[in-house]
Structure formats: structure tokens, C-alpha cells
């Protein structure tokens, strides 16, 4: 049965995108994003109903109302406040640039009768606001020192000196302020500072205008800037969401090439192991030929070394013999026909010598080639 003003409301704001887009309007302070609205449409319905009865900060209507009341109801009580407090402060300020002028020149009695009789009301107004404090709280509370504000105001000048100085506290207070906000004046625009006294009397009329038209354009750049910002961290969500589904459609791509070619790699690995072993067994049968050349050096020359050995004996055998056979001649050399026979034998001993001599010199030479 409710179904139909909801249904009218709905189709009043819009639909699809457009529905969202005021939805997420309506409740900009909630954390939720067109994707959400999307793909839950009766909380998206929900939301709809509900901007009927709340605002965008989430008050309803009468609280909203009645919190508009209480607002307009404490701002009257803060300009009051601000007036008395503006006021409080300005006096003191008019009574300290009184002390201090009085320090650095001397001034007439009746200004300085002035400014005591200001002060001394000031602080008899301060201590029965402290004694007697039930225009601001309902609740009594115990005296000072048995003080009551009867006491105090026996402290008040003379009624006469009173009377005088509201006679001219106006003129004074005026003259004050008036140097206060030319001095607001001269800090807000310096440039207004050489200006005539009528000029800057104009221009600081319109000074109020200026200032409140300024802090509207704040208060306007401060609520731009609070939408941009949650503009922005919506923007950021969805850029975020919209990064992660790229980043996880790029790793299945991946996954799907690294798959496709992993075969290939797989292949090309192969033949690389396969080129790099027949690499290293040519590299061992080169080192073992290497080997076996360098044994069979090492057993010819050990063969030769003893083929000279054998041949160095010889020859001494040989030149032992010739020796001996010298010194048989050199004894037998007066014999005839006996040394005939052994000058024949000497000859085929000298003979040998040197065939040995000639085969030891060609084994040399074929040793050091």
C-alpha cells in the first residue's frame, strides 16, 4: 500500500545514473559509492525514502527546526555578551592609555578625576557581579568573606563625580572607538592611510559591509572546498576500485602469455643445455687427447734416456778397451809381424769407436728436435 508515494518519489528524482547521482547528493556525508547503489537497489530505494525526511547532515525536519531556534536563540544571547564584553574592553583600554599618558606628561585634574572615578566603578560592578551572581546562574552560592554587594557599593565615588563622568563617557567612548577602527581601517587597506578624515569616515561606514561580505566568501570557499574534498575521496574510491579490476585483468593476461610461451621457453632452454653439454664433452675429450699426448711424451723421452744410457756405457766400455789396447801397442811395437796383427785389430776397434760416436751424436740431435 505504501508502495505508491515511495514509487512516485523515486520516479520524481530520476532514474539510473541520474537517481544515484542525487542519492549520493542527498547523503554526502555517508561513505557509499555509485557502484554500491547499483548493485544493491532496495538500499538505493531506502535511501530514497528516507531523503524525505532528513536533510544532508541526517537532521529531520522538526529537530532541524528546532535546532535553527536554539542557533538564532544563542546568537542573540552571544551579540549580547560580545556588546558587554566590547564595551568592558574598551573602558579598561581608555583607563590604561589614561595610566600611561599620565606617566609621560601631566594632564588636567578633571580628566584625571575622569578616569578614577571610571575605574573605581568598573571594579565596584566587577566584585557585585562575583558577590550577587544570580543573573547568570540560579544556584546560590556562599559569600566572600561575609561580603555582600551593599558592602561594595559603599566604594563607589562621589555622585556627583559619577554624574560628570557619564555626562562624558559617550564622547570619550566614541572618540576611542573611532580611533580603534582607524586603526582596523589603516590595517585593513593601508593605502587608506594618507586619505582625508572625511574619506576614511566614508570608507569606514561601509567597512562592516566589506568585512561580512568577505567572511561570506570564506565561509563559501571553506563548503566548496569540503564538497571538493569529498568529491575527491569519492573520485579516489572509484579510481582505487577501478585500478584493482585493471591490475587484475593484467595479471591474467600475463598468466595467459607466460602459459602460451612457456612451451617455447621450455624448448629453447633445452637446446641451450644440449649445446652447452656437447660443448663441455668436446672441451674433456680435448683435455684427455691432451693427456694421452702428454703420457706418451713422457714415455719416449724416459725410453730415450735409457737407449743414451745404454749407449753412454758402451762407449766407456769402448775407451777402456782402446786403452788398454793403445798401451799393448806402445808395448808391443817393437815386434814385427805380431803388431801388424794387433795394429789390424787396433783399426777395427777404432772403426767401432766411431760408429758408436756417430750413432750416439744422431740419437743427441734426435733427441733435442
Not at 161 to 184: D, I, S, T, Y
Not at 277 to 295: P, S
Amino acid at each position: 500500500m505504501s508502495a505508491g508515494p515511495e514509487s512516485t518519489h523515486v520516479s520524481s528524482l530520476g532514474n539510473g545514473d541520474s537517481l544515484h547521482q542525487q542519492v549520493l547528493a542527498s547523503f554526502p556525508l555517508c561513505d557509499i559509492t555509485e557502484e554500491d547503489l547499483t548493485q544493491n537497489p532496495q538500499f538505493c530505494k531506502l535511501l530514497v525514502t528516507l531523503a524525505q525526511h532528513v536533510d544532508q547532515s541526517g537532521l529531520t525536519v522538526p529537530l532541524k527546526t528546532e535546532l535553527e531556534k536554539a542557533e538564532q536563540k544563542l546568537q542573540s544571547q552571544r551579540r549580547h555578551w560580545l556588546r558587554s564584553e566590547s564595551l568592558h574592553k574598551g573602558l579598561q583600554e581608555m583607563i590604561q592609555e589614561h595610566c600611561i599618558r599620565k606617566h609621560h606628561a601631566t594632564l588636567p585634574p578633571d580628566q584625571n578625576m575622569f578616569y578614577e572615578t571610571m575605574e573605581k566603578s568598573l571594579l565596584v560592578a566587577q566584585c557585585i557581579r562575583q558577590l550577587d551572581p544570580s543573573s547568570t546562574t540560579n544556584q546560590e552560592q556562599p559569600s566572600v568573606l561575609g561580603l555582600n554587594p551593599q558592602h561594595v557599593m559603599e566604594l563607589m565615588p562621589l555622585e556627583k563625580n559619577v554624574q560628570r563622568m557619564k555626562q562624558g563617557l559617550p564622547r570619550e567612548l566614541e572618540k576611542h572607538l573611532k580611533k580603534k577602527c582607524m586603526g582596523l581601517l589603516s590595517y585593513y587597506q593601508p593605502e587608506w592611510e594618507n586619505e582625508s578624515e572625511g574619506l576614511k569616515s566614508s570608507k569606514l561606514s561601509h567597512l562592516s559591509a566589506q568585512l561580512d561580505k568577505e567572511k561570506k566568501r570564506a565561509e563559501s570557499l571553506k563548503e566548496t572546498c569540503r564538497e571538493n574534498t569529498v568529491l575527491l575521496q569519492r573520485q579516489t574510491q572509484l579510481y582505487l576500485s577501478e585500478l584493482i579490476k585493471c591490475i587484475q585483468l593484467l595479471q591474467s593476461l600475463i598468466l595467459d602469455h607466460r602459459l602460451r610461451i612457456q612451451t617455447d621457453l621450455d624448448r629453447k632452454k633445452l637446446d641451450y643445455l644440449e649445446g652447452k653439454c656437447g660443448l663441455v664433452l668436446q672441451k674433456i675429450k680435448t683435455e684427455m687427447v691432451e693427456i694421452q699426448l702428454d703420457t706418451y711424451t713422457v714415455d719416449s723421452i724416459s725410453a730415450h734416456r735409457k737407449i743414451r744410457e745404454k749407449l753412454d756405457s758402451e762407449l766407456k766400455a769402448c775407451q777402456v778397451e782402446k786403452q788398454s789396447v793403445e798401451l799393448k801397442l806402445a808395448s808391443f811395437e817393437i815386434l814385427g809381424k805380431e803388431f801388424e796383427a794387433l795394429a789390424e785389430e787396433y783399426c777395427r776397434l777404432r772403426q767401432e769407436i766411431e760408429m758408436k760416436h756417430w750413432a750416439l751424436k744422431e740419437f743427441t740431435q734426435y733427441k733435442d728436435k
